[in-house]
């Protein structure tokens, strides 16, 4: 079981920057890949980056060398930030975060993200 919440949305224009942070407490033992996903309006949703337990990380083509994600383990809980850099129009999405245990999938609530032209 795992209890996850993000936190860092908001409003940017474009070229702007964001920092997103998700924290996951519960079975932090068994946790593997946190993970960022995003989805915007008519679209599907679609991993934006991970990181595994063991620090390696993965990106979507389109936010490669713009975001990047970080993960601090501690002996209660597992905190994943996203430092998200020259924004875009097409980056406004909900960003949900992703935390899987053995085979099951835990999300957070979502936050918004919206980048202005």
């Known amino acids: 079981q795992a209890h996850v919440v993000e936190s860092g949305g908001g409003l940017v224009q474009a070229g702007g920057s964001l920092r997103l942070t998700c924290v996951v407490s519960g079975d932090i033992f068994s946790i593997r890949d946190i993970g960022w996903y995003r989805q915007a309006p008519g679209k599907q949703r679609e991993l934006v980056a991970s990181?595994?337990?063991?620090?390696?990380?993965?990106?979507a083509d389109s936010v490669s060398g713009r975001f990047t994600i970080s993960r601090d383990n501690n002996k209660n809980t597992n905190t994943v930030y996203l430092q998200m850099s020259s924004l875009k129009p097409e980056d406004t999405a909900v960003y949900y975060c992703?935390?899987?245990?053995?085979?099951?999938?835990?999300w957070g609530q979502g936050t918004q993200v919206t980048v202005s032209s």
């Open positions: 990181i595994t337990r063991g620090g390696t990380t993965n990106y």
């Open positions: 992703n935390a899987k245990i053995a085979l099951a999938d835990y």
